[in-house]
């Protein structure tokens, strides 16, 4: 059974930093490209980060270039997404997804529940 479980969500003032994570079971980890996308109240599902599956490169949107960074560890079938300067405006639920990149699993599509992260004082 696949799952992708995020945790590490949570208040924090503008400012502060905050560690998600995003543990996977099920699947072989390696052959998915991970992301991280967030939804904010009102609006529709963005993505984020993403980091590939093979060489570890990463892609970030704009809004967060400079304060985000996405990670993975293949050995322990994780993702993470440190987040620094946390601003109010990053205020959402944030997603964990893995798409499938090599041949077998290409066009798999996984997501986790997702992790709430506020910004305020």
């Known amino acids: 059974q696949v799952q992708l479980v995020e945790s590490g969500g949570g208040l924090v003032q503008p400012g502060g930093s905050l560690r998600l994570s995003c543990e996977a079971s099920?699947?072989?980890?390696?052959?998915?490209?991970m992301s991280w996308y967030r939804q904010a109240p009102g609006e529709g599902r963005k993505l984020v980060a993403t980091?590939?599956?093979?060489?570890?490169?990463?892609n970030y949107d704009d809004s967060v270039k400079g304060r985000f960074t996405i990670s993975r560890d293949d050995d322990k079938n994780a993702a993470y997404l440190q987040m620094n300067m946390l601003k109010p405006e990053d205020t959402a639920v944030y997603y964990c997804?893995?798409?499938?990149?090599?041949?077998?699993?290409?066009?798999?599509?996984?997501w986790g529940k997702g992790t709430p992260v506020t910004v305020s004082l």
């Open positions: 997804n893995a798409k499938g990149r090599l041949p077998a699993v290409y066009g798999m599509d996984y």
């Open positions: 099920g699947f072989t980890f390696n052959h998915y490209a």
């Open positions: 980091i590939t599956h093979i060489g570890g490169s990463t």
